[in-house]
């Protein structure tokens, strides 16, 4: 199974705060990585996938880059309803598997 | 707008077969791979596996030995079956649409076992 290491696996910020999550694969996965945000007890929700594509309705201050082993989610300027649980995925081979988690808290 | 909905016990006991449909609204259900995704309290996401709406599927090896899933075109519904269930497939099963990502989410349904 490939294995995503996300780092960190918890960060505090502040409102308007530039936010970097990376996302590291085991072996690598073209730009078959997409993300998602959850917030407590609700689904997670599609941010990006293809790596960089950015999902319908989501807003721009989000972005994704990186392929191979290597890929990072970034908030350029952290808003209030972005505090929440940040995951990759990656769908290059079976099973697809899911990094631990980021939890973005408010500092 | 697209819409699944799981449903199914809340409370399963040990040895016993957890079995959860997912029902999609506002689009068929043909032409899309549907997953299952489950995620135990406090902790990470983990993939079940998914099904084609021709019936092919996919499943984790970690669980291929208990898994077994179904799709009925008719209904709108695809559905999840998972044997010999122990304290450790306690967990928020969640139905998804795949498309490149999962697109579309269900709520959510807390499944625990317990006797």
């Known amino acids: 199974d490939i294995q995503l290491t996300q780092s960190p696996s918890f960060l505090s910020a502040s409102v308007g705060d530039r936010v970097t999550i990376t996302c590291r694969a085991s072996?690598?996965?073209?730009?078959?990585l997409a993300w998602y945000q959850q917030k407590p007890g609700k689904a997670p929700k599609l941010l990006i996938y293809g790596a960089s594509t950015l999902q319908d309705g989501v807003p721009s201050r989000f972005s994704g880059s990186g392929s191979g082993t290597e890929f990072t989610l970034t908030i350029s300027s952290l808003q209030p309803e972005d505090f929440a649980t940040y995951h990759c995925?990656?769908?290059?081979?079976?099973?697809?598997?899911f990094g631990g988690g980021t939890k973005v808290d408010i500092k | 707008q697209v819409q699944l909905q799981e449903s199914g016990p809340g409370l399963v006991k040990p040895s016993e077969t957890l079995s959860l449909t997912c029902t999609v609204s506002?689009?068929?259900?043909?032409?899309?791979?549907w997953s299952w995704i489950r995620q135990p309290p406090g902790k990470g996401l983990e993939w079940i596996g998914y099904i084609y709406y021709t019936g092919s599927t996919n499943f984790n090896p970690s669980l291929k030995s208990r898994v077994t899933m179904s799709v009925d075109t008719s209904k709108n519904q695809f559905s999840l079956r998972l044997s010999s269930v122990t304290a450790a497939d306690t967990a928020v099963y969640y139905c998804?649409?795949?498309?490149?990502?999962?697109?579309?989410w269900g709520q959510g349904t807390l499944v625990a076992v317990s006797s």
């Open positions: 506002g689009d068929s259900i043909s032409g899309y791979y």
């Open positions: 998804a649409r795949e498309e490149g990502g999962a697109t579309y």
């Open positions: 072996q690598g996965i073209s730009s078959y």
């Open positions: 995925q990656q769908l290059n081979s079976y099973p697809f598997t």
